[in-house]
């Protein structure tokens, strides 16, 4: 049986291409002969992404889009329509963290509140929260709109949105993007059954713990030895590692393959290392 994937000619459009997963799903949908459009705020980022892809002979164009401005969205749209043709295939990746958003310590101790010099749950800034939910969530849900409309009129499609283990089970510290994570993953769920009927599918990956520029702080020091954090997350992950980017790849193949998937929507795939399967003891 031929279960080869056949995107070739076919626009793909990917958000927060100019970051290190997306990137590389845009350069693995080149490879496959897609027509990628390469969307990042940072223009520069998006443009570095496009250009590696033509140089390797793929067919690519950044664009600078803001995914929580609807007008900047359409028209980015009406730009990818003339350049490259409608979108087939949407991978809403753009999203990220912000540390406004975050707590200090993991638990709250009685007398914390008092502390002037410690961010509590009581500290958490309200905008730096709506700016990470509304960048997961309402960036996902925005840029669906704006581009789903074209597989409307295909009567085809697939979108991938971009979870993560935390939307399974939130990690400590970061309550506002695990609960954006969450909607993103529910919202995976919600929109498959909606389009149901049109025949387009929508599904999510859910990467467990992989080293990018925006946890890269997180995860090691300067002097390039990990954090206390990493420790954690390397004991609770099975396999003991962080997991490679290319190790997405065939999850993603997988989900955009209709004679591989063609029954499979609304569904959110960890990819994980054993992170989700292990109790901790």
């Given at each position: 049986?031929?279960?080869?994937?056949?995107?070739?000619?076919?626009?793909?459009?990917?958000?927060?291409?100019?970051?290190?997963?997306?990137?590389?799903?845009?350069?693995?949908?080149?490879?496959?002969?897609?027509?990628?459009?390469?969307?990042?705020?940072?223009?520069?980022?998006?443009?570095k992404t496009a250009d590696d892809i033509t140089k390797a002979g793929g067919c690519a164009k950044a664009y600078k889009a803001d995914v929580l401005d609807k007008a900047s969205l359409e028209t980015?749209?009406?730009?990818?329509?003339?350049?490259?043709?409608?979108?087939?295939?949407?991978?809403?990746?753009?999203?990220?963290?912000?540390?406004?958003?975050?707590?200090?310590?993991?638990?709250?101790?009685?007398?914390?509140?008092?502390?002037?010099?410690?961010?509590?749950?009581?500290?958490?800034?309200?905008?730096?929260?709506?700016?990470?939910?509304?960048?997961?969530?309402?960036?996902?849900?925005?840029?669906?709109?704006?581009?789903?409309?074209?597989?409307?009129?295909?009567?085809?499609?697939?979108?991938?949105?971009?979870?993560?283990?935390?939307?399974?089970?939130?990690?400590?510290?970061?309550?506002?993007?695990?609960?954006?994570?969450?909607?993103?993953?529910?919202?995976?769920?919600?929109?498959?059954?909606?389009?149901?009927?049109?025949?387009?599918?929508?599904?999510?990956?859910?990467?467990?713990?992989?080293?990018?520029?925006?946890?890269?702080?997180?995860?090691?020091?300067p002097d390039g030895t990990p954090t206390p954090r990493t420790g954690k997350i390397l004991a609770a992950t099975p396999m003991g590692r962080f997991g490679r980017p290319e190790e997405l790849n065939?999850?993603?193949?997988?989900?955009?393959?209709?004679?591989?998937?063609?029954?499979?929507?609304?569904?959110?795939?960890?990819?994980?290392?054993?992170?989700?399967?292990?109790?901790?003891?």
């Amino acid at each position: 049986m031929d279960y080869s994937l056949d995107i070739v000619g076919k626009v793909a459009v990917v958000t927060g291409a100019g970051g290190v997963l997306c990137s590389m799903f845009s350069k693995t949908l080149a490879e496959q002969g897609a027509k990628v459009a390469v969307l990042d705020l940072n223009e520069e980022a998006a443009q570095k992404t496009a250009d590696d892809i033509t140089k390797a002979g793929g067919c690519a164009k950044a664009y600078k889009a803001d995914v929580l401005d609807k007008a900047s969205l359409e028209t980015v749209h009406q730009q990818v329509l003339s350049d490259l043709g409608p979108c087939s295939i949407l991978i809403n990746g753009a999203g990220g963290n912000n540390k406004r958003a975050n707590t200090d310590h993991e638990y709250f101790e009685p007398g914390d509140e008092d502390k002037k010099d410690l961010t509590t749950f009581f500290d958490l800034d309200q905008a730096g929260v709506e700016f990470v939910f509304n960048l997961n969530f309402i960036g996902t849900l925005v840029t669906t709109q704006v581009f789903a409309r074209d597989m409307i009129s295909a009567k085809s499609g697939s979108i991938i949105n971009i979870s993560s283990m935390n939307a399974f089970t939130p990690l400590t510290k970061i309550p506002a993007y695990s609960g954006a994570k969450a909607a993103v993953s529910n919202f995976t769920q919600w929109l498959a059954v909606h389009f149901s009927k049109t025949g387009i599918r929508v599904n999510a990956l859910a990467p467990g713990f992989f080293v990018t520029r925006q946890n890269q702080d997180l995860l090691f020091n300067p002097d390039g030895t990990p954090t206390p954090r990493t420790g954690k997350i390397l004991a609770a992950t099975p396999m003991g590692r962080f997991g490679r980017p290319e190790e997405l790849n065939g999850t993603l193949l997988y989900l955009l393959n209709d004679k591989m998937s063609g029954f499979v929507t609304g569904i959110v795939i960890p990819i994980d290392g054993g992170f989700s399967a292990y109790s901790g003891v």
